[in-house]
């Protein structure tokens, strides 16, 4: 097995620096656009069959170091009581969205081994077809994500509603809150006990907050998933955009890896997270839309500013865009492999 | 008049913090969505009566230090050949969103005294309504968000046909984005000549970017615009959110006050910034829908993080929501007009 990816989260030495990219199974990719043609986002999500030959198609293509579950973050939403589809070109709409307590009081815990069965079902096929090739990521959404489009009822520029309940009934927040974190632990520790190798926490949007609510609202419910996880035995990934205020707070909670976008510079990123955690970014996805000389010399200066020094898995700040072209995904993977680490 | 806001855009000491906030006329008042009950957002800003009716509500309702020009940031994107129009609820739409050379070569410059005369008329109008009670703050968009919008075709979560253009075709960005910084400087100073005694910039998206980018596609072109300001003899104001990794490239290119979002600290910000300028800011928006003590206690926070430095302007990060009761505003501006100062 590759094992770059797994060494890197536990700031082990490696050969070259590991590679893989967020949203690496999707639009841009013509196969899973065939795919996407016959069945819904969702679809693909509930078949174990869909979802493994999904996750796969980066894998055959492009040199990653990793494979990551075909998944949605908000599957966890529909046991609780809180269904959701996909409206194309609009993302995620939400039918109820939680607005007051007595939508809260209305919610159901569940058990993921159950509800979500066609996930672990997906990750112990995606594991017998990789083979040992590289590692498989899990994942899932974090409290303050997830509850965001619970709230809003999908996408947000403002995250009004979110902020409005946070700020006016904190219990209720709080309720809900440690309900998803518990949730969302449990579910990551059964994607583990299912073969995922690695997890990463997407709380995405999180960076709408600042330090101190960030503190107040969404700290001890994001460091439940990652205590939750600390005796499964494999590395975590905590990410999220528009962190630059929050790096610290964020690294707190918990994770072996944190994540940062391209707004602030790898070097600067990581002295704020500090050298005992690996960092994982941060090259901006409309990179790829660039010119290829253009593209490859800002992820050398990513490279650059990881200086070598162990800990460091290259990605992007965010996920892949729709209209990346395949090849600018398979140069910049070769890229990165290709140069040269000081400590190597 | 009223003149704290002025002397705190100077660094001057003042008796109380200064207070306006962003979007202070707009939907979240009755009397303004009265008036947009018979009229359009754009019918308001081509009437100077409808213009100077909107622009002083929150001066007679709210305890502001300044009103601002209701006006909006596309309007020279019009007489420039590119036409737009607002969509109930989604916010602006520009018919032939700017994507190649050839649509810029298409592009007018224009005389602002002559193509925007209805909003020089309106600065006229309001300064005799106001007749010295506060001062007149006028704005324009900054190149980098007149730009976003011209190319995307409106709002957009991930800029990716901006960058795209931004990294594929810099000569051609360089040339629509100094095309833009020219007219909106000359547009500023035909504002300042009409009778504004302040010019607020307004580069709501540029949070996007990193610093590196900044520098490249950005600072020059807004520059521009300060540049041209300079020999105005009225204060600037540079504008942006979710800038905390770029505050010190924008203070570069320009402005007397910086503005910064909720999402840093504000003590932390003016140390970003350098205490050679003024700052505004910070409360995030938000929180005017919280209860009333947690809005006042974290106005109290943003207050406290000035200590009473002279060149403080309270403010929101970002616009007031249209959910917001009048009240709260009300209320905030209230408080901070108690606040007491340590210097004085």
Redesign the interface.
């Known amino acids: 097995m590759k094992d770059r990816f797994l060494r890197a989260c536990r700031r082990e030495p490696v050969d070259r620096t590991p590679v893989w990219f967020m949203r690496q199974a999707g639009r841009y990719m013509p196969e899973y656009r065939e795919i996407r043609a016959r069945h819904s986002l969702l679809d693909i999500c509930r078949s174990p069959e869909l979802a493994t030959i999904v996750t796969l198609q980066p894998v055959r293509r492009i040199d990653v170091d990793a494979a990551i579950l075909f998944s949605d973050l908000l599957l966890p939403l529909e046991p609780m009581g809180i269904p959701f589809d996909f409206v194309r070109g609009e993302g995620p709409a939400i039918e109820n969205p939680i607005r007051s307590e007595a939508d809260i009081d209305r919610l159901k815990c569940f058990e993921p081994r159950e509800a979500l069965s066609h996930v672990l079902e997906a990750i112990r096929m995606i594991r017998k077809e990789l083979d040992g090739d590289v590692p498989l990521i899990g994942f899932g959404g974090a409290p303050f994500t997830l509850a965001s489009y619970a709230i809003e009822g999908g996408?947000s520029?403002?995250?009004?509603l979110t902020?409005?309940m946070m700020?006016?009934n904190p219990k209720a927040w709080h309720r809900f809150c440690d309900m998803l974190g518990s949730l969302v632990g449990e579910y990551m520790r059964a994607q583990v006990e299912a073969g995922v190798q690695c997890v990463q926490i997407f709380d995405s949007w999180v960076?709408?907050?600042?330090?101190?609510?960030y503190r107040e609202f969404v700290f001890p419910h994001t460091k439940k998933i990652f205590d939750l996880l600390e005796t499964s035995g494999v590395p975590t990934i905590h990410f999220g955009t528009?962190t630059?205020?929050?790096l610290r707070d964020q690294r707190d909670a918990g994770g072996d890896v944190i994540g940062a976008d391209?707004?602030?510079?790898l070097d600067?990123a990581w002295e704020r997270i500090g050298s005992d955690r690996a960092i994982q970014g941060n090259l901006?996805?409309?990179?790829l839309?660039?010119?290829l000389d253009?593209?490859l010399s800002a992820a050398d200066?990513v490279l650059r500013r990881a200086a070598g020094r162990p800990g460091h898995i290259f990605n992007l700040g965010?996920g892949i865009?729709p209209?990346t072209p395949v090849e600018h995904v398979q140069a910049l993977a070769h890229h990165v492999h290709r140069y040269r680490l000081a400590h190597v």
């Open positions: 996408h520029n403002n995250f009004a902020k409005a700020y006016s960076g709408t907050l600042n330090s101190a609510d528009g630059a205020a929050i391209w707004r602030i510079p600067e901006d996805p409309t990179l839309l660039a010119p253009r593209m200066e965010h865009l209209t």
